[in-house]
């Protein structure tokens, strides 16, 4: 019976930490660190404000608009190699989703999903003179993200 428990027990930490090892943490240690810096912008649209900003109009045209519910960002053109840094050493258990440099302005972006939802999109967006780091949390499909990929390959 003991060993029949000791066993169950370890089943039990295996599936806790692997249930663990996929869940995502995001960045909000970056958020955090660099919001409060002096040559850095931070830009804080909680649900309330998105709402707001989506009803007075200007981002219809904008895809996913309507799927946002709020949005955090980090702006710098004198920090960008620090955050940048903090970005890529922070282990945020997110998935990334796409990795692209043209020309030396590189975008990354990472995602917290659960099946087919996508509750949390992290944009990197950065190159020698600037970059920009945002957080939009919404209601968003995989299959979204697929359309405007489809979209902006189109054009």
Not at 21 to 34: H, I, M, P, T
Not at 39 to 65: E, Q, S
Not at 106 to 121: N, R, T, V
């Amino acid at each position: 019976y003991k060993r029949q428990k000791q066993r169950l027990s370890i089943s039990i930490i295996a599936l806790l930490l692997t249930v663990q090892a996929g869940y995502c943490r995001g960045f909000d240690s970056v958020f955090n660190e660099f919001k409060k810096k002096e040559d850095v912008t931070y830009i804080n649209m909680p649900p309330f404000a998105t709402w707001l900003g989506k009803k007075i109009g200007g981002v219809n045209d904008v895809p996913m608009a309507d799927k946002v519910k709020s949005v955090r960002m980090l702006v710098s053109e004198s920090r960008c190699e620090p955050l940048v840094n903090s970005i890529n050493d922070t282990d945020s258990g997110c998935e990334e989703l796409l990795r692209m440099n043209d020309d030396g302005d590189i975008m990354k972006i990472w995602m917290d999903s659960k099946g087919d939802k996508i509750k949390k999109l992290y944009l990197l967006n950065y190159s020698d003179s600037e970059c920009t780091f945002m957080e939009l949390k919404g209601d968003f499909k995989k299959s979204d993200i697929l359309k405007i990929i489809n979209e902006s390959n189109n054009k």
